[in-house]
């Protein structure tokens, strides 16, 4: 038998209910209802941040991709259809089943028709779940489908309640809840609509109208070799599509980093750069988004970020140019004038480069004109307090817009000793309330998040800045 040791760190396995049905849905299987491109159920397992997946329910025709792309494993409840509790005690059974030593530290407790849950918050809840249970609140209730367990607190709970002749028929899962006192609970409140589950028809479209695009931020090391560029993109590309990504975002230049001929770049291998990213986009069926340089008058370049891939096709050329701390990006580098969106099935997402950041007009700017989320490539430069700098300015943008933020910074060489910007690492995805719900280090990796439109249309109901500042615009216009 597994050892019971309920304080191994970094030891999870998620339990994913999917067997429900609603009659109010016509008894459809709510864990395969599309949304946002993929099935409930899918959503789900690429949010858990576990080690081992179980999905209790009816296997059905997605079983083996789902197996194959995610390493889940498919079990039923015995007998089939015996409510909740007995589904949960088999995934148990299979959960110790698959360990071999060490024993699970905590074990996730999911629904599989809760398409909006968050790895960030999944995440928290098993950090939480070492001597205590701790589980997602929203609209004032307990959600028991979204809690982390320590497993040998699951399974007293489960002896607790089972019937006196054996087994947990018909047995809800309120039961598991109700022993536990106030001491042994903890929840953490959700943001947006990650606490919604699939009930009914006004529900189902509710989450779909929540569910925005799945967007995979890169931040990987730029060579001064423009080819090891290109091969990092192919390897980059592959890793989000692989991860379900529907836009993948790498950093600001990375056709060539700055500090090489930045005009040579763009003269001699930025449309081989494009048709790459087009190749790879339409290879992969998603889009994506890169820092490059094409040329502009005389012999400078405009700093452009290309956006490519089904039904995008756009060119942002950055604005603010890096005048600043000793540097000119102006003497090679032309501005742009022109603020640019893209629309992803619904998902309406603004671009801005690095020093745009400092400038808070262009972001509100773009969230007036629809964006949900703003990508922000960089190529950010060392030195003293910049670190600091970046993060604030992000937590800064997002709430001067209500927009999430995505950044993808160049992860800087680690022998590197020149002036150019070549990156300090610390990509990150700002809440547009200004929290920050995933970072990154100074090394390569990448960061993906499921964007959750409610949310922003929460925070602006919450924080109506846009408006406000609407209506500044005009005082100020009168009074200059």
């Known amino acids: 038998m597994a050892s019971d040791d309920d304080h191994t760190p970094g030891y999870t396995i998620a339990i994913v209910l999917a067997g429900g049905t609603s009659s109010r849905m016509g008894g459809v299987d709510k864990t395969r209802l599309p949304v946002a491109g993929t099935s409930s159920l899918e959503r789900v397992l690429r949010a858990a941040p576990a080690d081992h997946l179980i999905v209790v329910g009816p296997e059905q025709q997605d079983a083996a991709d789902l197996h194959a792309r995610y ?21 148990v059974e299979e959960a110790q089943r698959l360990l071999t ?5 905590r074990i996730l407790l999911l629904g599989g028709d809760m398409p909006l849950l968050r790895t960030e918050t999944l995440t928290a809840l098993r950090e939480h779940a070492t001597d205590r249970v701790a589980a997602l609140e929203a609209d004032g209730r307990t959600q028991f489908l979204c809690a982390a367990w320590p497993l040998r607190r699951l399974r007293a709970a489960l002896d607790a309640v089972a019937h006196p002749d054996g087994g947990w028929q018909d047995l809800s899962l309120r039961r598991l809840y109700a022993d536990l006192g106030p001491d042994e609970l903890i929840t953490r409140p959700a943001h947006g609509h990650e606490g919604a589950d699939m009930d009914t028809p006004e529900d189902l479209d509710q989450v779909r109208r929540s569910a925005g695009a799945r967007i995979a931020l890169a931040q990987v090391r730029i060579s001064e070799d423009v080819a090891d560029n290109l091969e990092t993109v192919r390897r980059t590309v592959a890793e989000a ?13 990375t056709l060539t980093p700055f500090g090489t001929d930045l005009r040579r770049a763009a003269e001699q291998h930025h449309h081989a750069f494009e048709a790459l990213i087009e190749q790879l986009s339409a290879q992969h069926h998603l889009v994506i988004v890169a820092g490059s340089f094409t040329v502009a008058d005389g012999d400078r370049v405009h700093n452009t970020v290309i956006a490519r891939g089904p039904g995008v096709h756009a060119d942002y050329r950055k604005i603010h140019l890096f005048d600043a701390y000793g540097s000119r990006e102006s003497e090679t580098v032309a501005p742009g004038t022109d603020l640019v969106t893209i629309d992803l099935d619904g998902t309406c997402l603004g671009i801005a480069t ?46 001067d817009s209500t927009s999430v933020i995505l950044a993808a910074d160049q992860a800087p060489p680690p022998d590197y000793t020149g002036r150019a910007p070549r990156g300090i690492g610390e990509s990150a995805v700002i809440s547009p309330l200004g929290q920050v719900q995933a970072e990154l280090g100074r ?28 209506a500044a615009d005009d005082v100020f216009r009168r009074s200059s």
């Not at 599509?241 to 230049?253: T, V």
């Not at 090394?443 to 609407?470: N, Y």
């Open 71 to 91: 390493s889940a494993w498919f079990v039923r409840e015995d007998p089939p259809g015996s409510g909740p509790l007995a589904a949960l005690a088999r995934g």
């Open 101 to 105: 030593e060490g024993g699970p530290a």
């Open 241 to 253: 599509a692989e991860r379900g990504a529907d836009l993948l975002l790498l950093p600001e230049a």
């Open 354 to 399: 690095c020093y745009d950041v400092r400038f808070a007009e262009q972001f509100t700017a773009l969230a007036r004109q629809g964006a949900h989320a703003i990508l922000v490539p960089l190529a950010w430069a060392e030195g003293p307090t910049k670190s600091e700098q970046l993060r604030l300015l992000l937590r800064a943008r997002a709430l």
């Open 443 to 470: 090394e390569e990796g990448m960061l993906v998040v499921d964007l959750d439109l409610a949310e922003v249309d929460e925070a602006r109901r919450s924080l109506p800045v846009l408006e406000h500042g609407t």
